[in-house]
Antibody
C-alpha cells in the first residue's frame, strides 16, 4: 500500500524556521517526483515545490522562493522541506504528494502536517 | 499567476448531474491537456478524480467525468450522491518553472 506520512509541523514564531519530513512506503520512492502542496485554514490548495526523483530538478512557488528549500534522501525514502524566515501567511497544512508521470497528476497524498506561524 | 477560476459553490439533488467549471488562460488550461481534479472532504487530504482533462485514476467512479473547451475545463458528476458533498479543486500545468496552479475550489452541496 502506498503511503506518505508527513511530520515536523508545529507552532513557530514569525521569522523562525521549521523542517518538515515526508516518509514514503509501498512504492519505489527513488522513481517518483514528489511535491509539497499547502492549504491555509479555510482556504484552497497552493502548490509549494517540486523535486524530481534524482534531485536534479527543483522548483518553488514564487511565494516561498528564497525561504524554503526542498531536499530528499532516496536511501531513507524521505523528502524534506526546510522552511526559513517564516511568515504568518505560511500558516497552513502541508501535504506531500506523489506525481504520476507528469504534473499535476498527484496520485497519492499524505495526511498533512499543520504549521502555525504566530507569536 | 492568479488561481484558476472556479465557482465558489454549486448544489444539486441526489440523482441529478452537476458541472463545475475551471477557467484559466491560453497559457495554462488552454495550452496543455494537463488538468486534474481533486475531491476533498473536511479534514481529509485531497483525492484525485481526473488526470489530463478526462482520465480517471483506477478506482474512481465513472460518475465523475472531465472535459475541456478552450481555456475552460469542466468536471461533471452524474447521479449525485450524499457522499459527493465536498470541496472540489482543479489544477493545471503552467510552465517548467512554476509548474502547477490550482483553482480556488468549489463547495458542492447535495440538497
Amino acid at each position: 500500500e502506498v503511503q506518505l506520512v508527513e511530520s515536523g509541523g508545529g507552532l513557530v514564531n514569525p521569522g523562525g524556521s521549521l523542517r518538515l519530513s515526508c516518509v514514503a512506503s509501498g512504492f519505489t520512492f527513488s522513481s517518483y517526483n514528489i511535491n509539497w502542496v499547502r492549504q491555509a485554514p479555510g482556504k484552497g490548495l497552493e502548490w509549494v515545490s517540486s523535486m524530481s526523483s534524482d534531485s536534479s530538478s527543483i522548483n518553488y512557488a514564487d511565494s516561498v522562493k528564497g525561504r524554503f528549500t526542498s531536499s530528499r534522501d532516496n536511501a531513507k525514502n524521505s523528502l524534506y522541506l526546510q522552511m526559513n524566515s517564516l511568515r504568518a501567511e505560511d500558516t497552513a497544512v502541508y501535504y506531500c504528494a506523489r506525481v504520476l508521470e507528469r504534473h499535476p497528476n498527484f496520485d497519492y497524498w499524505g495526511q498533512g502536517t499543520l504549521v502555525t506561524v504566530s507569536s | 499567476q492568479s488561481a484558476l477560476t472556479q465557482p465558489a459553490s454549486v448544489s444539486g439533488s441526489p440523482g441529478q448531474s452537476i458541472t463545475i467549471s475551471c477557467t484559466g488562460a491560453s497559457s495554462d488550461v488552454g495550452r496543455y491537456n494537463l488538468v486534474s481534479w481533486y475531491q476533498q472532504h473536511p479534514g481529509k487530504a485531497p483525492k484525485p478524480l481526473i488526470f489530463e482533462v478526462s482520465n480517471r485514476p483506477s478506482g474512481v467512479s465513472n460518475r465523475f467525468s472531465g472535459s475541456k473547451s478552450g481555456n475552460t475545463a469542466s468536471l461533471t458528476i452524474s447521479g449525485l450522491q450524499a457522499e459527493d458533498e465536498a470541496d472540489y479543486y482543479c489544477s493545471s500545468y503552467i510552465n517548467n518553472r512554476s509548474l502547477v496552479i490550482f483553482g480556488g475550489g468549489t463547495k458542492l452541496t447535495v440538497l
